[in-house]
């Protein structure tokens, strides 16, 4: 597996902005997916956003205050999330698929950031 180490998350007052990183490392071909999904406490783990080529996807509900992109070499992955409210709390996991450099498919999680929005 190709491991994968997400920064950038912590406290924030509503109405701010973060920045998420998630750093890819290993011999890796290629990547198909990047991604980001979240956690909340007592609820299940939900897309935010994808990346994929020049096509990006994001959750409904979070459309217009996210962009997710990604680093020239494909090693690394962002979401800026801006007028962030409290519903946003939660542990945000970064994902990528792909090949390594053996040809071999991947896909990895990482150990996740957490993202807390409050006064």
């Known amino acids: 597996q190709v491991p994968l180490v997400e920064s950038g998350g912590g406290l924030v007052q509503p109405g701010g902005s973060l920045r998420l990183s998630c750093a890819v490392s290993?011999?890796?071909?290629?990547?198909?997916?990047m991604g980001w999904y979240r956690q909340a406490p007592g609820k299940q783990r939900e897309l935010v956003a994808t990346l994929s080529g020049v096509t990006t996807t994001y959750a409904d509900s979070l459309k217009g205050r996210l962009t997710i992109s990604r680093g020239n070499a494909a090693t690394m992955v962002y979401l800026q999330m801006n007028n962030l409210l409290p519903d946003d709390t939660a542990v945000y996991y970064c994902?990528?698929?792909?090949?390594?450099?053996?040809?071999?498919?991947?896909?990895?999680w990482g150990q996740g950031t957490q993202v807390t929005v409050s006064s």
């Open positions: 994902t990528v698929n792909g090949f390594l450099s053996n040809g071999r498919p991947f896909n990895s």
């Open positions: 290993g011999s890796i071909f290629g990547v198909n997916i």
